[in-house]
Structures are given as C-alpha cells and as structure tokens.
C-alpha cells in the first residue's frame, strides 16, 4: 500500500548529496559509477537477488549507490567497520553534487513500514532482513529512484539509496567537488568530523 502524498519524499534538484567512494584498487569506482554486483554483506539496501545458495550476483537490471546529505553521514556510514578514516588506502574521494531532475524516494522515516508489517528497524536491522525488504520495494515499485531513510550511523541523520535503473539519468555530467581524502584543505573538516564520531583520521 502507497499513500503518494504522505509516503513519497520528492528530492528537489537543489539538494546535495554527498558521497565518499574508491578510486583505486581491485573494485575502484567512478564518482557516478553504479554498483551493479551485489548484494554485499555490509550494505543495507542493495537490491540485487542472492544467488541460489548466497553470494553476490552481477547484473545491469540492478544498480545502487548511496548517499548522504552531509559529508559527516557519509565518514559516518563508509568507515564504521573500523571507525579509521584511512585518507589513501585505495585513494577515497569525496563528491558532492546536485541531481539534474527531482528524485522520487520512498520515505522509510514516515508510517510506510508500519503499514506494511516492518518497523523503523529497517534502518537500522540485520543486512540480510534489509535487502530482502529492498528487493520487495524494487519489484513493487520499479519506478522509484530509491529510498530516503535514516542513518544508522549518524545519529539518524538522512540519507538516500539510489537504485538504477531508474536513477542513472538524474546524475550531473560532473559534481561539484570531487577531492581526494588526503586534499589539505579537508584536513580540519574531517577532523572535526572524526573528533565527533570518535573515529581516527589517517
């Protein structure tokens, strides 16, 4: 059951979302590159179907990329297995940008779980519980851009899961920052970030 008006975050084009990812090593990444293998165990919503007998599957039908709306969400989210914000291992970077049309999102934050049998510990619940929750909202609603819900890392604060198709078309041609980690000028920001977070900052 989908209540448009109360259960769809409609994202304007003037948010900017936030996002940390690799740019070297074995599984490097693009800024915009879409991850179609999956689903991996440490991520909450990947959509991809599990394999007969577990593991990750590769396949174009299903892409995801997550997001903050604030750079901390992002440290936050991408470094909590070891809460080290190492700034040149597989060289992260860091890319902020806005989307090029409004992103329709299912509001996990809102009634919509309760309604449906699920709790707010969908963003927060085992990975495994998560996924199965992100492949019945993907065969549900093909149409969506992806789920608005709440970090569980960062003090609820929002964060946003885009799946692609049909997203990939609201992504610039370029961001408008894209640094590497280790660039000077972030040292005191992500200072201030790891000191709040009682993460190290490599």
Not at 47 to 73: D, E, K, N, W
Request: glycine share 6%; net charge neutral; proline share 11%.
């Amino acid at each position: 059951m989908l209540r448009v008006q109360e259960d769809i975050c409609a994202l304007p084009t003037s948010t900017r979302l936030v996002r940390v990812f690799v740019a070297a090593g074995a599984h490097h990444q693009r800024w915009n590159t879409f991850r179609h293998t999956g689903p991996l165990p440490h991520a909450r919503f990947d959509p991809q179907p599990p394999p007969p007998g577990g593991g990750v599957v590769t396949t174009p039908a299903h892409g995801v990329l997550y997001f903050g709306l604030s750079v901390r969400t992002s440290i936050a989210e991408v470094f909590q297995a070891s809460s080290i914000v190492d700034r040149t291992t597989r060289r992260p970077h860091l890319a902020v940008f806005r989307p090029t049309r409004p992103l329709r999102l299912l509001d996990l934050t809102g009634l919509w779980p309760t309604r449906v049998g699920a709790s707010q510990e969908i963003s927060s619940g085992p990975k495994h519980v998560t996924q199965a929750w992100a492949r019945t909202i993907r065969d549900a609603f093909p149409d969506l851009d992806g789920l608005w819900y709440r970090s569980s890392m960062d003090s609820g604060d929002p964060a946003v899961c885009l799946w692609h198709p049909p997203s990939g078309d609201a992504l610039p041609l370029s961001p408008e920052v894209l640094l590497p980690l280790d660039y000077p000028g972030l040292d005191l920001p992500l200072a201030r970030i790891c000191d709040s977070l009682n993460y190290v900052l490599n």
